[in-house]
């Protein structure tokens, strides 16, 4: 790897781990727009579904939480972007993260996926329904041994108390389309220009490919939303209208 004025590493090699979900594809795709040479972890019975990439990405098949797939595939690399699943209930998110923290080069950018429900720093601000959803559906998950979203928090718990170069991205909730471009975000689920609470999922995986050299998101857990949602358009007008008064 060889490095300009900037710092920018030249030849970018990135993984993502959960590259053959919905969003992973998406952050497959915008990370070989932008030069990256791009390493994708999946499961064995997913990788037809990289398909679509062959011969531009090298895949390590194999379980995300299982410290020697993702020992292979982080080698080398300059970023990793996880996209944190709480699949099961046996601790896959907290496992996946944790051997990503262990096992990632020195000094890489680490960027994780999440949800609102992930809090930094316990100064979000829920809406019931989201809280609803949260209490009520995550519990009725866990019961179906489907989903749980404690594995997510631990996760994200031993993610914050890394000192590796982190970013959690704190997706909203995801709809298809066409990218409306990088989506805005702010510290606190509860401040007004999230109120929309919608993200294409296209662009939920720009922002994270975007922050690989963000330096400004270390560290930080931004709540993202679409830039084109009623409420950040009027956060925007607001935002110009003061700095022209
Ligand atoms: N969905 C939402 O509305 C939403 C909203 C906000 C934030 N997020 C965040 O976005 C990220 C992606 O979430 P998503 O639900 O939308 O997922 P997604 O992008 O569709 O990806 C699902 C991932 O889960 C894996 N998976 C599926 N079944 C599994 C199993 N039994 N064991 C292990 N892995 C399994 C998939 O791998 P295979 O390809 O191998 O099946 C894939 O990597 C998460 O971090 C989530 O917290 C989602």
């Not at 100064?123 to 404690?150: H, N, T």
């Not at 594995?151 to 991205?169: G, I, K, L, N, Y």
């Amino acid at each position: 790897m060889t490095t300009d004025a900037q710092s920018r590493p030249t030849e970018m090699k990135v993984c993502v781990v959960g590259a053959s979900g919905k969003t992973g594809k998406y952050i497959v795709q915008h990370a070989l727009d932008r030069g990256y040479e791009v390493v994708g972890v999946c499961r064995e019975q997913s990788v037809p579904k990289l398909d679509e990439f062959a011969g531009r990405i090298t895949v390590v098949p194999g379980a995300t939480d299982d410290r020697e797939v993702i020992e292979q595939a982080v080698a080398g690399c300059d970023g990793v972007i996880t996209v944190l699943v709480p699949r099961g209930v046996l601790g896959y998110s907290r496992q996946t993260a944790q051997a990503v923290l262990d096992l990632a080069p020195p000094g890489a950018r680490l960027i994780f996926s999440s949800g609102w429900h992930i809090s930094l720093d316990g100064q979000d601000v829920y809406s019931r329904r989201l809280r609803f959803k949260v209490v009520v559906l995550g519990r009725i998950a866990k019961l179906l041994r489907a989903v749980d979203l404690d594995d997510q928090v631990e996760a994200c718990r031993r993610v914050f108390a890394s000192d590796t170069r982190w970013t959690v991205v704190r997706g909203s909730e995801l709809e298809e389309g066409e990218s409306e471009g990088l989506p805005v975000w702010s510290r606190h689920v509860g401040d007004a220009i999230l109120k929309s609470n919608m993200t294409r999922r296209v662009d939920f995986a720009l922002f994270m490919v975007a922050a690989l050299e963000n330096h400004e998101l270390i560290h930080e857990a931004p709540a993202i939303v679409g830039r084109r949602t009623p409420a950040a358009v009027a956060a925007a007008a607001a935002a110009a209208a003061a700095a022209s008064a």
